[in-house]
DNA sequence: TTGAAAGCGCTAACAC
DNA sequence: GTGTTAGCGCTTTCAA
């Protein structure tokens, strides 16, 4: 095993000093044009890089940005986490992603990890892990929240529109004729599926209906949860013509437990979802749903947290969602 | 932002010298049980946790793993990457993930990041890069390749028996009478890629049958590589009740171009994908492959990684896949 | 068994 | 502009 070069002997190499070496590698001061050039040749001759363990411990910061999502094999954290590592490409910061695994417990342990490994923020995608725990950590460590609202952390939380994206949603299937409904919803403790599930139930109220409780399923966010839910909602018996799912995922499960039950998509049931995961345009039939751009909230995220790294102040964001109608969706066939 | 505690706070508290504190830390000597109980006591009160920058500086290590995957939001790597944390969960090291994109110099990039940040061993998923630039790398830190062979490696590689899948696959497709082939293939410098085809052709072969070369595309492995590739097989007019894809994320794409040309699935043509990644069970209809447990190869990874860093020598690995019918293959309707 | 002291590779005052 | 000097928080000889 080779060892690794260091600063110390690119400055013997370049006959100047370590702090020569150093300022111009951060370019922290003036340095004559031809020492600089020295060094400069030198670094690229042994191919000398920074010992970042030795910067961090220097220089009082980590240069790592701490990301905790629910999940490492999620379509839509997945997504996120591909925005987050992008927006980081170009600067000296770089991720280092724990899933919490959909445990209260393991987020916790995830964000005490990041701590002691003295990352220099944290952004936390969406989670479960309460706000009571979040709000003394922020005074540890400026933390971005992702998908969630966290009282008392001021302006860095960015969030979609939920409400309007499911207004979106029902308003479709409204106009298309739909009277009957069933809904699955994520876990209660989640503020995001929260806001959805109460903006379904207020735009049918303004339409003049209200679905009965049974119809109304909890799947928790993910496929198996939205099919144990569409299978539950079947087995009540009750008639729906449309079943409205609060995520990709939980439709794409949701559709599984329909083609088990013979029932055809869109003929029989509409279905939507909700996040417009990259896979969603690929079921049969192809998923109507609400385009969440996570991605780009995967950049944003990283960018503030950037701009709370630089000292300033980090700005709320609303990502707006939009409508994407595919084939999953059509009028009922009686319509009752 | 409040300043975390350090082992010298610690020792001063319990009245002991920090090297005493390092001692119990990592239990590197006998130390008064007395002494190991109050200063257990004041880690507890401080909620003491050491610097990792400062334990990689001093001791040589980093107590991380790095690991090169092709993306991070892939159903199928995205699995890998959860095995390795949960199996590196116990242990005081730490993955750090960087995705190569697909894109060879970016995957290069990676690698030399990692050995920058000084890393103490290298999984490396899949990854496109070629293995000349691998061998030298491997002089500087242990490297364990996943799901791919690297000639001078030696035991350190993680690899499933694709010939055995793709037989599997073939097999059942004939016996079930399929005669008219059509094949959408990873890319060419995949060295497993290369093996799921060559052990298709074979089978093949050894049936009397040999498709012709404009029902072979290729498709990258990827979703959308999928669809195009099989929107150019429907193109040709040739032919075909049995659509094999060397992977599942190709067999979704592909499934819906199926499902735009109006082919059904299997009545028209069969669907064959390969690694059971989880969603490819929620497709509709759920999609017959071979499994390869991705999880576990995760797993498999981070314990030889480990055992590598423990000074053992590594124990090739070769998985065996297992054939998993569902609803996407069905006899031909009109056997040829 | 324990403490003192040196040093890991770098940054950041502080002089010059 | 540039070099010298202290550390950053920990581990690890080396003595005692």
């Given at each position: 095993m080779l060892e690794p070069v260091t600063l110390a002997q690119v400055a013997r190499e370049a006959g100047v000093s370590p702090s020569t070496v150093s300022r111009i590698l951060n370019g922290t001061a003036n340095v004559a044009p031809d020492k600089r050039v020295r060094v400069e040749a030198v670094i690229a001759r042994l191919n000398f890089r920074p010992n970042p363990q030795a910067q961090a411990l220097a220089?009082?910061?980590?240069l790592t940005i701490g990301v905790v999502t629910p999940?490492?094999?999620?379509t839509f954290y997945g997504e996120a986490l591909a925005g987050i590592e992008a927006a980081l490409n170009d600067t000296p910061y770089h991720p280092i992603v724990i899933s919490g695994q959909w445990r209260t417990e393991r987020e916790q342990e995830a964000l005490n990890v990041l701590l002691a490994r003295r990352v220099d923020a944290v952004i936390l995608l969406g989670?479960?892990?309460d706000d009571e725990v979040l709000r003394p950590l922020a005074q540890r460590v400026p933390i971005i929240a992702v998908g969630r609202e966290v009282q008392g952390?001021?302006?860095?939380c960015i969030v979609l529109d939920n409400a309007l994206g499911m207004r979106l949603i029902a308003q479709h299937l409204l106009s298309l004729g739909h009277r009957q409904f069933a809904y699955i919803s994520g876990a209660e403790r989640q503020s995001d599926a929260m806001a959805r599930k109460a903006a379904f139930l207020s735009c049918l109220h303004e339409a003049g209906l209200t679905p009965p409780p049974a119809l109304m399923e909890v799947g928790h966010y993910l496929e198996d949860g939205g099919q144990g839910a569409a299978e539950r909602l079947l087995a009540t018996g009750l008639p729906f013509t449309a079943l409205v799912c609060a995520n990709d995922q939980m439709a794409l499960g949701a559709r599984l437990a329909l083609y088990r039950a013979g029932r055809?998509?869109?003929?029989?049931v509409s279905l939507t979802g909700f996040?417009?995961?990259?896979t969603s345009r690929l079921m049969t039939p192809p998923l109507t749903t609400v385009r969440q751009a996570i991605y780009d909230i995967g950049v944003s995220a990283a960018h503030e947290a950037l701009k709370l790294l630089d000292g300033q102040p980090a700005q709320r964001h609303v990502f707006t969602p939009e409508l994407v109608v595919r084939d999953s969706t059509a009028p009922p066939r009686r319509p009752s």
């Open positions: 220089g009082g910061r980590s999940s490492l094999h999620s989670g479960i892990v952390l001021g302006e860095s055809r998509v869109p003929d029989d996040d417009d995961v990259v």
